[in-house]
């Protein structure tokens, strides 16, 4: 499965754009942020660039002063004062995928830019509005089991939960129940946790081949800001797709 694109991916993604097209090294960007009193060297904006080290949130909000600078900081080492206009926050989260924030929550990124800046309207609002009302249907649903399973396949909570449903009609924690239940009910406690662990890891297996095989569940694709969208919400395959998994299943 690919890595999930976390907010550091995504933004030290494109940090490194914005770099390479001025022509900066990494040293320069280090530079400026020394000048800015960051304890940053050429390795902490390469681990950043490649989403391996967590910007700060005060590093964040410096991240548009630091390239405003850039520009400037040439004229600083002759002696002359940097040119001191920030650019904007919005303009360091990219366009394209989708931005995972936590294991239940990914937006895109028209949305999260359009929440970084604070210029958001009626159609963002009901964006904000629907993903919050997905959220509240999955809570009473989703379990530990789904969490783990979100963070070992690099998806969300909300993947997890559509996934499950296409493939066994119903939740991950709900199957491992089940195929629990089916071993007896006279198995020791140790014994019968041992068996859900392995359970467990064996849905989570089941659940990134068809993940692997197939994507997540489709969701309406990105638009243009003003555009309404439910962001958030997760539209299940047509129902071909579950025949499939579960002939699968059958030949197993």
Known sequence: MAEANTLARAVGRRIRELRD???????????????????WTRA?????ETGRRNLSAEELLLLPVLFGNLRGFALLKDGEPPASKPEDLDDFFPDG???VLTPSVSLLPELLRALVSG????DEKERLD???ATM???RGEAGEAEERAALRLGVTVVDIMATGQRLWGRSLTEERDRRVAERGSDIPLESRRAIRGRVTRKLIEELGAVLEEEGPP???SPRAVGEKSDVGKRIVRPKARAAKAMTRRGRR
């Open 218 to 220: 489709e969701k309406e």
């Open 130 to 132: 629907s993903m919050a």
């Open 44 to 48: 902490t904006v390469a681990a950043i």
């Open 21 to 39: 097209a001025h022509g900066w090294v990494q040293e320069d960007v280090a530079a400026i942020a020394r000048v800015f009193g960051l304890d």
């Open 97 to 99: 995928e989708e931005v």
């Open 119 to 122: 210029r958001y309207g009626k």
């Open 136 to 138: 509240e249907g999955l």
